[in-house]
Structure formats: C-alpha cells, structure tokens
C-alpha cells in the first residue's frame, strides 16, 4: 500500500490533506479547521480530482458543528447552508462537490438531530460513509474493467485520478491498478497533462509507488504513439459525465478521444455512478471552469512566456459521447446509446 | 521590422545566431567559428527552425575555408566533405538541411575553384543566396496563403515558424504575418507546444513584437476551442514533406490535425518547397528524432517529475496527408491528390 492519505479526518475537528500542489517534490500534510479554508484548499487545488473534493466537501462540512460543540443548533443549521454554498462554488465543473454537499444536506433535515454533538456524529459518520464507499466503489470500478485489458496492455491516461484523486484507491488509475495487481503487464503512456502536469507530477509520483511501468509523454504525443508503437486502450476519469455520455473532464481529453477514434483505439471513461449526472442533459450544460493564466505562463518558480503574454486557460473540455466505447461504473459497464443506457443503470 | 536576426554571418569567419534556448528572458547572440560548434549549435537547438538550420550548416560550412585561408585547397575540401557528414547528422529529421547542404556541395565540385579564397568566396555568395532565397520565399508563401485567410479569422499556430524559425520572416507565422500587414483581422491561438515550448517561448515573443493579438493554449486545448469558440483555421510549418504530402512537423502536429478534421477546420502546411522530399516516398521513410528526457521532466532550472521517472521524447510525428487541406508552398498551392500534384510542381 502507498504511504500516502490523500484526505483525512482527525478529530475532534481537522481535515487533514496531502498538498498536491508540492508533489512530488515535498509531501506536505495541512490540517484545516473551518469550512471556509477547505474551501479555498479546494479552489486552490490543494486537493483535486472529482471523488477527493466531494469527501473533502464533506467533511469541510462537519467541521462547523465540530468547532462549535457549545453552540446553538439552529444557528449551527444556518451556519451550514452557508457552508453548503461556500463549499459548493469552491469549484464549479466536478458534480461529485455538488452530490456529497447534497448528500450531507439531508442530514440536517433530520428532526432527531436536535442537538450540536449529536449532528456532528451524524454528519461525521455520513462523510465517512462517503470516504468508505468511495474506496469501495473504485475497487469495483477496477473488477469491472478487467475484461477489457489484454493480457499484455499498453494504456495511455490522462491526468490524475488515483488515490490522490479520489480517497484511496482510484478510478482510472483503479482500473491500471486492478489489472497489475491481477498479473497482467501494464505499461502505461502518461499524459503529462499541462497546465498543471497532474500526470508527470501525480501520477508518475503514484506509478513508482505500485511498481507499474510507464514513462511520461507530453500530450501531443499520443497520436503519434498510437500509429507507431500500438497502444491498446485509453482510459480517463471523469469530473462530470450527462445524460447523454457527454463527458466533461481534464483538458486535453476531448483531443487524446479523437485521435484514439480515428486511430480504432477503445476510450473508456472510469467514473462512480456519483459523477454521473442525469440533471445535465448534454456536454453543452456543463460549465467549464477558466483558470488563472499563470498555470500557463508559470511552471513551478519558472515563467515560460514573455511577461504580459496573455493565455486561455479552461481547464476541462467535453468530449461528445460519440467518442467513448463505454463508461465503467462500479455498478457496470455501460455502453452506447448512453441515454438509453444510463436511464436504465440508474433505474435497475 | 523586429529587432533579432535568427542567424548572421561576419567577416572574416563567424556565424553568428541568437541563442533561442534563453528567449524570451534573455537576448543573447552567440558566436561560432568552427562547423563543429556551429553543428553542436544545431543539436542544442540554439537555433531551430528546418529553414533556419538549412541556413545555419550552410554558413557552418564556409567556416571551413574561411578559417584555414592559407591552406591546400585538397584538404580544405576533404575537410568539407567531413563538415557536410557532420552538420549532416546534427538533428536527423529536417530535410532542409540535407537539401542545404548538397546544394553547397555541388560548389565543392567546380574545378575552377582552385584556390581557398575563391572557395571561400562562391560558398559564402552560395550561402548568403540561400539566406536571402529564404526570405524571398517566406514572402511568397505568405502571399500565396492570402485568399484561404478570412478578414476576421481565428488561427491556431503549433510550434515556432516565424523569424526565428527562418532567416527573417516566417513560413506559417509568415502567412500569419502577411495576413495581418494586409490589413486581416487575425487572432492566433498559440499552442505552447510541449516540450520545448517554442509557441509559449518563441512564437509569443515574436507576435508581441509584431503586434499580432494572440493567446496562449496548452496544447490539449486546442479540439475544446474548435468546439467553443471556433476556428477558422490552422496553419503549421514542416520539417520534411514527402512525395505523396505526409508531413512531418513538431511533435502535436498529427494531434491538431486530427481534431481539426474532425470539426471540419483547414488544416494548411507552410511550406518552402525545398522542405519537399520527393526522394521520400511517404512518412513512413521519415526517420523521427528520438530527445533527452529532461527536456519533458524539466521546464528550465525547474523539475516536474519525481526523480528518475523515465520518459519517451519523440521530437516530431506524422501527419498522414489525409488531414491536410493544402500545402502552401512558394511556387504555389497544393492540393490533394498530393502524389501527383506534388510531382507537377516539380516538373512544371
């Protein structure tokens, strides 16, 4: 097992997270004791990667209770749906945020919680219900895709989405894990992922780790790969998947599904039932954060471009259904026509 | 007019180029007056540019007499013949140097060159003729481009092919430049281009000079800004054409090029025609630089991967002539069918 937590709770009232931004250079835990800086440690991408911030929403979220044990519990109550909505906007693309806020939500409309302590332990006990079954819903997610990776597989991924991405395990990077813990020799192509470089950053941090083989590549090296050395499947995560099997996810994804289409490479989407969001109707819904310029003009203390260089910076794309061979879930495979499909995953 | 010269040769025996590996923070020219260094210059990428390096072996070589004046005209060209294979070898792909350096060589061959200075003298007028062809060229070429260039246009550029690239004007940027000087309103997605980032570096630097407005894209973002905010088209240079229009540019060229097929964007190729290898049949021949690592796992002093993360560095890809629309080249534009068209400009 890796050495890392990417999220944890520490009472009687901290969050404690791994400071993605450092890696791999410096691993550095941050403990957080209000809503409002986890928020910001979210914004800020301390932590990131779809499951991980929608735990971290969580659990932002019980430590309002638990700071104020002596408090009133209708003040408590208000103090929550502020942070409910501070927490909400902290990041706007991923619908895991949205669906753990809502999730914890319903606690407070339970009238026997009339008390502060006892609305803490419920929250706390939900968020950590949300941490578990994220673990446990990445573990199936990797089961569910073993028929899909050849004995012998080399796979290209896109960003992060390990157990830094998520609370321990990981959804893509779950699916790789899975199937080398299986015995099947994986060599896995990462995609660096500018402008934050989650890949050559994270998750070549988290590859040396489980002793997978894989050597990083720039983005626009994909294609050229796939016609030269064979690639035998791409799989990413999601941040947002509609109705439709729209995908939205890291930059670059929209680009590395084409090219895979055109070159008869499968692209499959690892995702929790949690990303899916059945209240988007298409891709065209989803709203793609822009970022600050400086994750272009900067890496690390480095700036690359001349000063006053102006930048584009979404972070996220949407990749059209029609590019996907087929999302797992940790309840299944589903495949095209994904409206059909999804309707019937989430109604069986 | 800019104020850089990409490459420059001074009495009695100097190449001088401006080191492109410090822009845009630093100015510096760098001074040669050994083919060795000049080719070590290549490799290094001091300069880049497949019509700049034809430039530079060209000038490298008059190194040769120039500093050996008194010298025996039968060893000042046995060691030609040894600078020919070395600046020949000094980066594999490009096939500007190649066609640079035979046309030097067939001076090699007058026997009325029977003494150094006279040597000295028809290789440098060779060399200055192919510096100033270039420029005519690049003029030519951006000219030619004109009527596939809206008045309102949204461009996306990969890479660097502008002065720097060239001897004084460009062939993609060209095109771009000659656009905008004709009164166009031009916008330019500059794709950073990952790893060496000669959008973010060089390409920025160069517009910002000439005033052309642009942002900077990771490269991954280019298929989300086709799909968001349109394209109109996007125009890339080469470092060699084969004789049925495979192409081989930087790496990310095929990725961009499969994208903008897929949403139905012109895709053109800039191209002097001495970039035009008809002694290669298609892209399959063209051999791909394979780079150092730490050109992916650094961004100048500073370290994106944990340490000894391995990584593959193909410097170039193929685009199959499929995806482009025309090559734009000095003699003309051509279109597909590529093998036959190709073979008129040659011959007409």
């Known amino acids: 097992m890796p050495a890392f937590k990417s999220i944890e709770w520490g009472e009687p009232g901290t969050v404690r997270m791994l400071d993605q931004r450092l890696l791999p250079h410096q691993t550095v835990y941050n403990d957080y004791t209000t809503y409002q800086e986890v928020a910001a440690a979210i914004t800020d991408m301390v932590i990131r990667g779809a499951p991980a911030i929608g735990v971290a929403a969580a659990y ?36 895991n945020l949205v669906w753990a806020l809502k999730r914890m939500g319903k606690v407070l409309e339970r009238p026997e919680l009339d008390t502060v302590p006892k609305l803490k332990d419920t929250l706390l006990s939900e968020a950590h219900a949300i941490a578990r079954e994220d673990a446990e819903i990445n573990r199936s997610i990797g089961r569910n895709a073993l028929p899909f990776i050849p004995e012998k597989a080399t796979i290209i991924h896109h960003c992060n989405t390990g157990g830094l991405a998520t609370v321990e395990y990981g959804t893509a990077l779950g ?53 030269t050395m064979g690639v035998d499947l791409c799989v990413v995560g999601a941040d947002r998947v509609a109705a439709n099997g729209d995908t939205a996810n890291k930059i670059g994804t929209y680009n590395l599904a084409v090219v895979a289409h055109e070159n008869g490479v499968p692209f499959y989407v690892a995702v929790p039932t949690t990303t899916i969001d059945m209240d988007t ?44 061979t087929a999302l797992i879930t940790e309840k299944g495979v589903v495949y095209p026509p994904f409206i059909e499909n999804l309707k019937k995953l989430f109604t069986s």
Chains 1, 2 share one sequence.
Request: charged share 25%; hydrophobic share 40%; aromatic share 6%.
């Open 60 to 95: 932002g979220l019980v430590l309002v209770p638990a700071n104020s044990m002596d408090g009133q519990v209708k003040e408590i109550k208000a103090e929550l749906l502020k942070a409910v909505k501070v927490l909400g906007d902290s990041r706007p693309t991923a619908v």
């Open 175 to 227: 699916i790789i894990r899975t199937a080398h813990e299986c015995g099947k020799q994986v060599f896995v192509l990462v995609d660096e992922t500018r402008p934050r470089l989650q890949g050559g950053r994270l998750t070549a941090w988290e590859l040396l780790q489980y002793g997978i083989p894989f050597k990083v590549i720039v983005d626009g090296a994909s294609g050229h790969l796939m016609r």
């Open 281 to 324: 109707p298409s891709g065209d819904q989803i709203k793609i954060e822009e970022r600050p310029e400086n994750e272009v003009t900067h890496v690390g203390t480095w700036q690359i471009t001349p000063d006053d260089t102006p930048v584009l910076n979404p972070a996220f794309d949407v990749t059209p259904a029609e590019y996907i």
